[in-house]
C-alpha cells in the first residue's frame, strides 16, 4: 500500500486572504494546498512553511498550527488512517 493510500481527505477548506486557521494536527497529517499559497507556523518549529499550489506539509508531532492565507487559498487536510503509521 503507497504512502497516499494510507490517508483519509477529512475536509478541503477554502480561505479569504489573509484568514487564519488553528489546526489542531495529529502527526502524519497532510496540509496539501490545491489553490493559491499559504503562511503555515507550527509550534515548537524553528522555521516557517510557504507551501504553494502543488505542496504540501506533513505535521510530524501532535502540535497546533496557524494557517494563514496569501491570497485566496484552498487547502486539503489529510489525516493518517488509524494504525496507518
Do not use: Y
Amino acid at each position: 500500500m503507497n504512502e497516499m493510500q494510507q490517508h483519509v481527505l477529512t475536509r478541503t477548506i477554502c480561505l479569504d486572504h489573509e484568514q487564519l486557521l488553528l489546526l489542531e494536527g495529529k502527526p502524519g497529517t497532510r496540509i496539501r494546498v490545491i489553490h493559491g499559497g499559504i503562511w503555515l507556523t507550527i509550534d515548537n518549529d524553528l522555521r516557517d512553511h510557504f507551501p504553494r499550489t502543488g505542496e504540501e506539509v506533513v505535521i510530524k508531532a501532535h502540535r497546533r498550527s496557524i494557517i494563514e492565507s496569501i491570497g485566496k487559498s484552498t487547502i486539503e487536510l489529510l489525516e493518517p488512517l488509524r494504525g496507518a503509521l
